[in-house]
T-cell receptor, first 116, second 108 residues
Framework: GAGVSQSPSNKVTEKGKDVELRCDPI?????LYWYRQSLGQGLEFLIY????????KSGLPSDRFSAERTGGSVSTLTIQRTQQEDSAVYLC??????????????FGNGTRLTVT | EDQVTQSPEALRLQEGESSSLNCSYT??????LFWYRQDPGKGPEFLFT?????EEKEKERLKATLTKKESFLHITAPKPEDSATYLC?????????WGAGTKLIIKP
């Protein structure tokens, strides 16, 4: 079956512009995560959605970052007034269970964001 | 503070030359240690979950082991297609803490 799909695969934007990154999780997966991956660093947790519960936004680095998940499926990560330090690969993952049951994460191929 | 450190940062091996990758962790109560493989331009792909010291998991040429302070990913007689970045992550509450990864290059 289809895996996690992310779009666009690459995005170049000017400093100060807003960007939207999209994630289509595996059908039926209730958990959805957004991570940021920078060169030489571990994956940085951004936000977590589980079913219809309120999302865990504890990893969002500033109020310029926001995310939503519509209908328990597709998710959009929005970065407003982009800065050069926002340049990174943004990864989305979905899972059939919750973190507590250690269900494996299924990742998309990411969106490489470059802010010029 | 929960922390995960992977070493070495990069490892170059000849095809068939066995070696090990290390993942050292400091967490307040381990609830799972995970190994993922990441190919260039792709997202991480799940390999193993380990729960307690002494546990071992195997898949083809890979074997993961766990102690109370670290995990090893042993690779036996590697092939060029094993070249990738290997990521380790631990869970102490409900979030994963990730290491920076080891880039493994297998030369034919």
């Amino acid at each position: 079956g289809a895996g996690v799909s992310q779009s666009p695969s690459n995005k170049v934007t000017e400093k100060g512009k807003d960007v939207e990154l999209r994630c289509d999780p595996i059908s039926g997966h209730t958990a959805l995560y957004w991570y940021r991956q920078s060169l030489g660093q571990g994956l940085e947790f951004l936000i977590y959605f589980q079913g219809n519960s309120a999302p865990d936004k504890s990893g969002l680095p500033s109020d310029r970052f926001s995310a939503e998940r519509t209908g328990g499926s597709v998710s959009t990560l929005t970065i407003q007034r982009t800065q050069q330090e926002d340049s990174a690969v943004y990864l989305c993952a979905s899972s059939s269970g919750s973190p507590g049951d250690n269900s494996p994460l299924h990742f998309g191929n990411g969106t490489r964001l470059t802010v010029t | 503070e929960d922390q995960v450190t992977q070493s070495p940062e990069a490892l170059r091996l000849q095809e068939g030359e066995s070696s090990s990758l290390n993942c050292s962790y400091t967490v307040s109560g381990l609830r799972g240690l995970f190994w993922y493989r990441q190919d260039p331009g792709k997202g991480p792909e799940f390999l193993f979950t380990l729960y307690s010291a002494g546990e071992e998991k195997e898949k083809e040429r890979l074997k993961a082991t766990l102690t109370k302070k670290e995990s090893f990913l042993h690779i036996t007689a590697p092939k060029p297609e094993d070249s990738a970045t290997y990521l380790c992550a631990v869970r102490s509450n409900y979030q994963l803490i990730w290491g920076a990864g080891t880039k493994l290059i297998i030369k034919p």
